[in-house]
């Protein structure tokens, strides 16, 4: 089964959603999103790292507040209107205090999540991490796999895709290779052989996908979003230009997009990502209000290969099983 999620959707159909699409009622840090549809309930689920922005910081350089972090949920009957869902219900035993970037896929018969873990809360960056596999039935109870063996004690942010001819492919980022984005193989979603880095400059929140024809893959360069793509899912071609590296004119949509995510639809495919919040006039006056950010969506437009967004224009959302 195709990693990305196959969906009918009739062009430039559907209710226009809102800006922000989705801002967490907790904490307000949502951030890193995974999105998939519920098999059982119909209803479209979003898997996030819930920062706590709300944190007071000791100085400027403390970082608890990007550690301690649960995965937040939250669910949609159409894709536009989002309720918040509370917390996943991952398990400490294989996991930890501090948890990032879920990414949640439908293989063979049922769920599988690889999760981002750094042991412990920390004041800085600096601190192991490494990437677990759980499963589940129902999107509702995980249980613990395996940790990942991807030769470096420093790796976030996976992606997997399930090839047409057979396996999968994991692409993440190494931070002990210049926080490269790398690559590897499985037959069978336990056993990886980890491959050469795939792009020369650093970068994080890697998303794979087929769309168009194409095996495609954005991912964070802190500058905007880079795009590449493939016509074998081994060689690839870097897009000179960067998508939503230019802040949006709505307020709470005026930074770089960071983190996508990826909905096909048919032939459509929507992006969602995250944006942190120095463009409110909120941050104007209070500092710490930049850390805060929220979630966004965005139609992708592809022509002659190159992928373009305009996120100052209605995105008009229909989600079809």
């Not at 949920?73 to 398990?91: E, F, N």
């Not at 501090?98 to 769920?111: I, K, M």
């Not at 983190?259 to 639809?265: G, S």
């Not at 805060?292 to 989600?319: F, H, K, N, Y």
Request: aromatic letters at 10%.
């Amino acid at each position: 089964m195709i990693a990305p999620l196959l969906l009918m959707a009739a062009a430039s159909s559907g209710p226009v959603a809102p800006k922000p699409l989705f801002r967490d009622p907790v904490h307000d840090g949502a951030a890193d999103a995974s999105t998939v549809r519920d098999r059982k309930s119909g209803e479209w689920v979003i898997f996030y790292t819930n920062r706590r922005v709300d944190l007071p910081m000791g100085d400027a350089q403390d970082a608890r507040w990007v550690h301690g972090t649960a995965i937040g949920m939250a669910r949609s009957k159409d894709g536009v209107r989002w309720r918040y869902a509370g917390t996943a219900d991952i398990p400490k035993s294989c996991t930890g205090d501090t948890l990032w970037a879920p990414d949640v896929q439908w293989f063979e018969g049922r769920w599988h999540m690889w999760l981002t873990v750094v042991p412990g809360v920390f004041r800085d960056w600096n601190a192991p991490r490494f990437i677990v596999h759980l499963t589940s039935p129902d999107l509702k109870r995980w249980r613990c796999g395996e940790r990942l063996d991807l030769g470096s004690d420093r790796v976030i942010d996976a992606s997997v895709i399930a090839l047409p001819q057979g396996g999968y492919s994991l692409f993440f980022n190494d931070e002990r290779m210049n926080k490269a984005i790398r690559t590897a193989d499985s037959s069978d979603l336990i056993h990886w052989r980890v491959k050469d880095r795939l792009t020369d400059t650093p970068g994080e929140g890697p998303k794979a996908f087929r769309w168009k024809g194409r095996w495609w893959l954005i991912s964070d360069a802190w500058k905007g979003l880079l795009v590449m793509r493939s016509d074998d899912g081994e060689h690839w071609t870097r897009q000179a230009d960067m998508i939503l590296a230019k802040p949006g004119v709505h307020p709470t949509d005026r930074a770089k997009g960071q983190h996508p995510d990826i909905i096909v639809a048919g032939d459509r495919a929507y992006i969602i990502y995250f944006v942190h919040q120095e463009g409110e006039d909120a941050a104007r006056a209070k500092p710490d209000w930049r850390r805060r950010s929220l979630l966004q969506i965005a139609e992708l437009e592809e022509r002659d290969g190159i992928v373009t967004v305009d996120r100052d224009a209605p995105t008009r959302v229909e989600l079809l099983p």
